[in-house]
């Protein structure tokens, strides 16, 4: 039976889909010897894949993970800087998996992880509009900062969706807030944290939808259970 080219990639744990049409393009992929194009169409029982000279393994087992990102590593599979990824903490689950969102690098907390290229676009995509919760910790005037940080803000020219934002500490200058948001743009939390005037020290992300990070240490993972991989996916 044949099916999408870049869907079989995904399957087969290669990469996303997104991704598949970039290894496509570049001329990483063939078909029975022949250079691969975007759109192609193969059967896997009758044609012989290839990436970069490889031969394309059948369907791996779908695998879902969930990584508590340290501060201090990039959220890519590798660096041209040279610096430590997060990639590197799950390199023992035992198959290749990439990250699905994004965690800047003086950011921490959950960060999930998977091989399964159709549920990351599923997941990732605008109209999920799933919900992301930060523990943040900032310095500044917190009773200038709310209502602006609840309010009408607009970041690339774009309005945000309203964040859900409250107080879990107060201190003298600053204090912990608890930042909810459905959209992720950029060091979203953060520059919304400088409009209103408030300097952050540290940005945990603790939840993504149904998923906390309940009880995972720095550096530490798991994998997901199915009910969780189901829950995520509604």
């Given at each position: 039976m044949e099916e999408r080219l870049q869907k079989l990639l995904s399957a087969a744990?290669?990469?996303?889909?997104?991704?598949?049409?970039?290894?496509?393009?570049?001329?990483?992929?063939?078909?029975?010897?022949?250079?691969?194009r975007v759109g192609d169409k193969v059967d896997p029982d009758?044609?012989?894949?290839?990436v970069d000279g490889q031969v394309l393994a059948g369907k791996t087992k779908r695998v879902w993970l969930m990584l508590h990102k340290p501060r201090g590593f990039v959220t890519t599979l590798a660096d041209e800087?040279?610096?430590?990824?997060?990639?590197?903490?799950?390199?023992?689950?035992?198959?290749?998996?990439?990250?699905?969102?994004?965690?800047?690098?003086?950011?921490?907390?959950?960060?999930?992880?998977?091989?399964?290229?159709?549920?990351?676009?599923?997941?990732?995509?605008?109209?999920?509009?799933?919900?992301?919760?930060?523990?943040?910790?900032?310095?500044?005037?917190?009773?200038?900062a709310l209502p602006i940080l609840r309010g009408p803000m607009e970041l690339d020219g774009d309005m945000l969706s309203?964040?859900?934002?409250?107080?879990l500490r107060r201190e003298e200058l600053g204090g912990e807030l608890s930042v909810v948001i459905h959209q992720g743009k950029n060091r979203q939390v953060r520059r919304m944290c400088a409009l209103a005037g408030l300097e952050v020290k540290r940005l945990v992300r603790v939840r993504e939808g149904p998923l906390r990070l309940d009880g995972l240490k720095p550096g530490q993972w798991r994998f997901l259970t199915d009910n969780e991989i189901r829950a995520l996916e509604k």
């Amino acid at each position: 039976m044949e099916e999408r080219l870049q869907k079989l990639l995904s399957a087969a744990g290669i990469c996303s889909r997104r991704m598949a049409e970039e290894y496509i393009q570049s001329g990483r992929v063939a078909v029975n010897g022949v250079t691969a194009r975007v759109g192609d169409k193969v059967d896997p029982d009758r044609d012989r894949v290839t990436v970069d000279g490889q031969v394309l393994a059948g369907k791996t087992k779908r695998v879902w993970l969930m990584l508590h990102k340290p501060r201090g590593f990039v959220t890519t599979l590798a660096d041209e800087k040279g610096r430590r990824t997060a990639a590197e903490l799950v390199e023992g689950c035992g198959c290749r998996v990439w990250p699905v969102g994004r965690l800047d690098l003086n950011s921490e907390g959950l960060l999930l992880f998977t091989n399964d290229g159709s549920g990351t676009n599923r997941v990732i995509h605008p109209s999920h509009q799933m919900e992301k919760e930060y523990h943040v910790t900032v310095e500044g005037k917190l009773e200038a900062a709310l209502p602006i940080l609840r309010g009408p803000m607009e970041l690339d020219g774009d309005m945000l969706s309203p964040a859900q934002v409250s107080v879990l500490r107060r201190e003298e200058l600053g204090g912990e807030l608890s930042v909810v948001i459905h959209q992720g743009k950029n060091r979203q939390v953060r520059r919304m944290c400088a409009l209103a005037g408030l300097e952050v020290k540290r940005l945990v992300r603790v939840r993504e939808g149904p998923l906390r990070l309940d009880g995972l240490k720095p550096g530490q993972w798991r994998f997901l259970t199915d009910n969780e991989i189901r829950a995520l996916e509604k």
